[in-house]
């Protein structure tokens, strides 16, 4: 497809699993971003990769999050130890050259910990 | 990057012009005013970026002050659809980095 995909788009865990959502960026997308929504606040960054350069993971919540970026595409953000204050929906976002600033996001991945 | 203020909520009839008002007081030289909005379940949707000058796409108008302080985003003409949260966010320069969201401005479209 033409825009940014998720997976899963729900996710229901129980609280101590680990879970992984994926992200893939529009092709040829050279900046990946990861932010949380939780229900009824505002978007909150969490990491941002470019190029080959180390990531920006200064908004990592805690140790229990990490993420990585394969073959400069493909993105999964990984949440160990799921808590309950882990639920909110995990967007994505990629941009290019042309307008680095205009991020194109994708439609989210909602976590649900029980 | 400079902080922004917007009004937390507005209202608009439908068909009319939507004028969202938006404070960067600190702004400074090299940072861009960029607008976004996020309809309700959807990711954030890119609208507009500007430096100094006026811009206007298929979306919207960014009127930006002479000083540079304030910028007001315009839809012409407001549609139910137009329904959303609105992001004003000013960042350093074209170059790649993250984005930092505040609350925006709710706008409520009326028919």
């Known amino acids: 497809g033409a825009g940014v995909s998720q997976s899963p788009s729900n996710k229901v865990t129980e609280k101590g699993k680990d879970v992984e959502l994926r992200c893939d960026p529009i092709?040829?997308?050279?900046?990946l971003y990861w932010y949380r929504q939780s229900l009824g606040q505002g978007l909150e960054f969490l990491i941002y990769?470019?190029?080959?350069?180390?990531?920006?993971k200064s908004g990592l919540p805690s140790d229990r999050f990490s993420a990585e970026r394969t073959g400069g595409s493909v993105s999964t953000l990984t949440i160990q130890r799921t808590q309950q204050e882990d639920s909110a929906v995990y967007l994505c976002?990629?941009?290019?050259?042309?307008?680095?600033?205009?991020?194109?996001f994708g439609e989210g991945s909602r976590l649900t910990v029980l | 990057d400079a902080k922004t203020t917007q009004p937390p909520s507005m209202d608009c009839a439908e068909g009319r012009a939507a004028n969202l008002p938006c404070n960067h007081s600190?702004?400074?030289?090299?940072?861009?005013v960029y607008w976004y909005r996020q309809i309700h379940s959807q990711g954030p949707q890119y609208i507009i970026h500007?430096?100094?000058n006026n811009e206007t796409n298929e979306m919207a108008s960014l009127i930006i002050t002479e000083d540079r302080k304030s910028s007001t985003l315009i839809l012409p003409h407001a549609t139910l659809r137009d329904t959303a949260v609105y992001y004003c966010?000013?960042?350093?320069?074209?170059?790649?980095?993250?984005?930092?969201f505040g609350q925006g401005t709710i706008l409520t479209v009326h028919p």
């Open positions: 092709s040829g997308h050279t900046a």
């Open positions: 966010i000013v960042r350093a320069g074209t170059s790649y980095g993250k984005l930092t």
């Open positions: 500007g430096l100094k």
């Open positions: 976002a990629s941009s290019g050259a042309s307008v680095p600033g205009e991020l194109f």
């Open positions: 600190t702004i400074s030289g090299n940072e861009y």
């Open positions: 990769f470019q190029g080959n350069s180390a990531p920006d």
